[in-house]
């Protein structure tokens, strides 16, 4: 370990007494640093470089092979069994008494049909169509005249039946005349058959609360 000597100087100057220290290079250690000095103001942005080169297109991927067709969809009327009008004559009934008439309408039914499906069988008097069954009372109140569609379980038949209580049917209450007088032509009769869930949906339309315009609109049918 060096030994460091220290020199006292003395001086006076102008009336006042300076004490110097003075040591020996030779045999002192190293003078301490100096502090570190103020950094100094950061200089301005240089200019911008020019812009590089734009790089090249790549090369187009292949098209992908396309894919197969879908299966086309049923018709949401595919299943749906409309007849054409039945204009009756004398010989078209099965029955025919003069107070109680019996049309087969079809026959070979799908069971399913018959059990989940909707039946709608339409009555048409030259003024209206309704779906029947359709009830014709007297002033009194009283039942008169039915005409109503029955389903013979057995041979899946579809039958129209119309009866008259206390009188015989009229001709135009159970014939029609395609060249009779207009809304006198008599009355004729069309059915539609809906299988269950023939529209894909879960829950089907009530078909038996809508018109007949309206179903056959809701299929597509010609009215």
């Known amino acids: 370990m060096k030994t ?7 001086f006076l100057i102008a009336g006042i007494t300076i004490l110097a220290f003075s040591c020996n290079p030779e045999d ?3 003078g301490m640093d100096g502090a570190t000095g103020i950094q100094g103001e950061q200089g301005p942005v240089g200019p911008q470089g020019q812009p590089g080169e734009n790089g090249q297109d790549g090369t187009d991927g292949q098209d992908g092979e396309d894919g197969e067709d879908g299966e086309d969809g049923e018709d949401g009327n ?10 009756p004559t004398e010989g078209s009934y099965n029955i025919n008494n003069p107070r109680f008439k019996s049309l087969e309408l079809a026959n070979g039914m799908n069971p399913n049909t018959i059990s989940e499906g909707t039946i709608i069988v339409y009555y048409d008097n030259d003024i209206e169509v309704v779906s029947l069954p359709k009830y014709q009372l007297d002033i009194d109140g009283n039942i008169y005249k ?19 209580f206390g009188s015989d049917l009229t001709a135009r209450e159970y014939l ?14 069309r ?7 023939t529209t894909g949906k879960k829950q089907q339309p009530n078909f038996s ?10 299929f597509g049918l010609e009215k």
Do not use: C
């Not at 460091?4 to 003395?10: D, G, H, I, P, Q």
């Not at 609360?209 to 809701?218: F, L, R, S």
């Open 4 to 10: 460091t000597f220290l020199k006292l100087k003395y």
């Open 28 to 30: 002192g250690s190293d």
């Open 78 to 87: 595919a299943n749906v069994q409309a007849s054409d009008w039945f204009e």
């Open 146 to 164: 039915v005409v109503d569609a029955h389903i013979n379980h057995a041979s899946r038949t579809l039958y129209l039946n119309i009866e008259r």
């Open 176 to 189: 029609w005349d395609p060249n009779g007088p207009a809304y006198g032509k008599g009355v004729r009769f």
């Open 191 to 197: 059915y539609v058959l809906i299988p269950p869930s």
């Open 209 to 218: 609360k809508m018109t007949y315009e309206e179903v056959m609109d809701y």
